[in-house]
């Protein structure tokens, strides 16, 4: 007769346990379009920041793991094609530059509605991505373009004026050709003579050379990635502002498939990826006005009267986008005295009072 102890029960029931296989890993894959090349900050910090943050916290956990696809540079999309792109499924995930479209996302322009208030990119990030969550608003305008919100991004410090010419004041800038990138074109509005030339990142280096433009609006830490200083050699510091024009986005189809475990880790890791963006903006804002002189470029500071003329003397687009909103049955007026509010909490003054007049 067998005689079975305790010991011998307890080793068997071990043995068998460690003989079942372990729970299977799934794998999700995650193709994660951009039409602008990866040396852009925002796309290499996607890169380098987002993808092995959300590797790390799914490791944690075991269940999951991501297959990632990237693809930037123009490979599937245009740098305003990725709005659609991600609409149509190209991508699953995408990083849209959002001054691209207002018409259909115009409360993504707050920040650009709303110049000379604040030039740290932590601030405005922040503001921007708490209206998106506390109105509705700004993220049904991506659910119509099937897309779910993540969070929004802050890539630059202020934009400044960058020029083919000398320019020693604002009067400069008058009669002349100027590039920018959507809604930073109203700002021209204010400056006698001044004519807005719709352009790209991308494009604003051979504008500039061919002599299509006199100057174009950028920001230091782009201007030194694209080597303007070759052929704008003089940056007139206006320090117009930060402004959001890059948010996350998933498209819905895509997010619907996606376990709730997964669809947790991308929403926190996009916040993140918000304060990590803004805080690289503002750590390189110093160091890339530097370079952009090494690189033989002179900068050149606007008078404190001067940016007071040029704020007093542009239509008030702030209070324009919050009619046209409250016109569509938003809470245009509401978003744009909160997302001021929250600036003037952190501690900025606006130059103008964008929200009453």
């Given at each position: 007769?067998?005689?079975l102890t ?22 999700v ?7 602008y ?10 890169t ?18 991501m ?30 530059t ?9 409360t ?17 990030a922040k ?14 305008e ?11 991004g ?31 074109l109203?700002y ?25 433009v ?23 510091r206006a ?6 024009s ?46 952009y ?9 606007v ?10 003397a ?14 569509a ?19 900025f003054?606006?130059?103008?009072n964008?929200?009453?007049?």
């Amino acid at each position: 007769m067998i005689k079975l102890t305790k010991q011998t029960f307890l080793g068997a029931t071990l043995a068998a346990a460690t003989a079942l296989p372990l729970a299977a890993e799934e794998t999700v894959s995650a193709v994660v379009i951009d039409g602008y090349p990866d040396r852009a900050l925002w796309v290499k910090e996607f890169t380098n920041f987002f993808i092995p943050e959300v590797d790390k916290r799914l490791a944690a956990d075991g269940d999951y793991k991501m297959n990632w696809q990237e693809s930037y540079g123009g490979s599937i999309v245009k740098p305003r094609g990725v709005l659609e792109g991600i609409q149509l499924g190209l991508g699953d995930i995408g990083i849209v530059t959002t001054i691209f479209h207002s018409s259909k996302l115009p409360t993504q322009g707050l920040s650009g509605s709303t110049p000379f208030i604040s030039s740290d990119a932590r601030a405005v990030a922040k503001a921007v991505d708490e209206i998106a969550r506390e109105f509705p608003t700004m993220q049904n305008e991506f659910a119509a373009q099937n897309q779910v919100y993540l969070a929004t991004g802050v890539v630059l410090d202020s934009y400044q004026m960058f020029c083919s010419k000398d320019v020693s004041s604002l009067a400069d800038i008058e009669g002349a050709k100027v590039a920018g990138a959507g809604l930073n074109l109203r700002y021209l509005e204010g400056i006698k003579g001044a004519a807005g030339v719709r352009g790209g990142l991308t494009d604003f280096y051979n504008m500039l050379q061919t002599g299509l433009v006199d100057c174009a609006m950028l920001w230091p830490e782009a201007a030194v990635t694209f080597k303007i200083a070759e052929v704008a050699p003089y940056m007139l510091r206006a320090d117009l502002g930060a402004v959001n024009s890059k948010t996350v986005t998933v498209n819905a189809d895509y997010w619907a498939t996606l376990p709730d475990d997964v669809k947790a880790v991308l929403q926190d890791v996009a916040i993140d990826y918000r304060d990590h963006l803004a805080g690289i903006a503002m750590d390189r804002a110093a160091a890339a006005a530097t370079a952009y002189t090494e690189a033989g470029g002179n900068i050149i500071d606007v008078s404190a009267e001067d940016r007071q003329t040029w704020a007093a003397a542009m239509p008030n687009i702030g209070l324009e986008l919050a009619e046209t909103l409250d016109a569509a049955g938003e809470p245009g007026t509401d978003i744009l005295k909160a997302y001021v509010g929250k600036l003037e909490a952190a501690g900025f003054t606006p130059m103008r009072n964008w929200a009453s007049e």
